[in-house]
């Protein structure tokens, strides 16, 4: 079975400073997608990232970085000079790579930014 | 361009009512999910259609059922409405083989009162 774990609930922060949210997954599977989605005060929910799990390379996207750890089974996400319109909660999800995959998704985290 | 379509965006129902779901996927996506979001909760899979056959099923209850159509539009089917079944309901859309990645819909709110 696959599971995520967003240990952070809440997170505040004031404006401009750097963030990270954790994730850690566990998985039988030898080939996995690591995801991160936002969801605003809006409700829908943002794609930001798939990760395929042979591919451990750190990537960046502007003010956002993710951070691939097999060894530690872990994909944080951090934000760097973190804005208002950052506030969101964040989930972090993982797929297997067969047909028709679900997404198994963390409980959230909850990023308060403010002034 | 185009986007997974959720209709309604917001649907009010009574207890023991029936409600209707739509999702038309992105042009060429073959398979829809369904996911149910409860207040302050995380998305949880309801069921999964590939090539218009269903693919999985999570936790999804007897009372609600679901089809994919020929035109590749999946319709979610909700009977005897409960009030803990007031929640978002997402839809999202891939090409089947290749999960690289879901698009959602913006989300149907039901509520029910």
């Known amino acids: 079975a696959q599971k995520v774990t967003q240990a952070q609930t809440e997170i505040s922060v004031v404006e401009k400073e750097d963030v990270t949210l954790d994730c850690v997954y566990e998985?039988?599977?030898?080939?996995?997608?690591l995801f991160w989605y936002k969801q605003p005060p809006s409700g829908e929910l943002v794609f930001l990232i798939r990760r395929n799990s042979f591919d451990e390379q750190n990537e960046i996207s502007g003010r956002y970085s993710w951070n691939f750890q097999k060894s530690t089974s872990s994909f944080n996400f951090t934000i760097t000079a973190s804005q208002v319109v950052d506030s969101a909660v964040y989930f972090c999800?993982?797929?297997?790579?067969?047909?028709?995959?679900?997404?198994?998704f963390g409980t959230g985290t909850r990023l308060q930014v403010t002034l | 361009a185009a986007g997974v379509i959720q209709s309604p965006r917001h649907l009010i129902k009574e207890k023991r009512e029936t409600a209707t779901l739509k999702c038309y996927p992105i042009p060429r996506h073959d398979t829809v999910y369904w996911y149910q979001q409860g207040p302050g909760q995380d998305p949880q899979f309801l069921i999964s259609f590939y090539e218009k056959m269903q693919s999985d099923k999570g936790s999804i209850p007897d009372r609600f059922s679901a089809q994919q159509f020929s035109d590749y539009h999946s319709e979610l089917n909700m009977s005897s409405l409960e009030l803990g079944d007031s929640a978002l309901y997402f839809c999202a859309s891939s090409l089947g083989a290749k999960t690289n990645g879901y698009t959602f819909g913006s989300g149907t709110r039901l509520t029910v009162v």
């Open positions: 998985t039988r599977d030898t080939t996995y997608y």
């Open positions: 999800a993982l797929s297997d790579t067969g047909t028709a995959s679900k997404l198994t």
